[in-house]
């Protein structure tokens, strides 16, 4: 993601384990990357647009809270389209 390599957070992680993957959307680009450090393993989701990069990090143990609170949006904006 960083020219040197490094994560966006800086944390130093490994080489994801479980791969990644990516999506484009309009102008932006995300990267879905699994990973793992010394303190469990992660996804690092990162935002590229225009060569700024934002990250985000859920820790494993909260993926499938993300994943509900993500289907409860898209839920409800297809309930709102006419």
């Given at each position: 993601m960083q020219p040197d390599g490094?994560?966006?957070a800086g944390n130093g992680s490994n080489p994801p384990p479980g791969g990644a993957?990516?999506?484009r959307v309009e102008r932006k680009h995300?990267?879905?990357d699994l990973r793992e450090n010394p303190r469990g393993?992660?996804?690092r989701i990162t935002e590229e647009v225009g060569g700024r990069y934002?990250?985000?990090i859920v820790p494993?143990?909260?993926l499938e809270q993300f994943r509900d609170a993500?289907?409860?949006v898209i839920r409800?904006?297809?309930s709102q389209k006419p």
């Open positions: 490094q994560s966006a993957a990516s999506v995300f990267t879905f393993k992660f996804l934002d990250t985000i494993v143990t909260g993500l289907n409860e409800l904006n297809n």
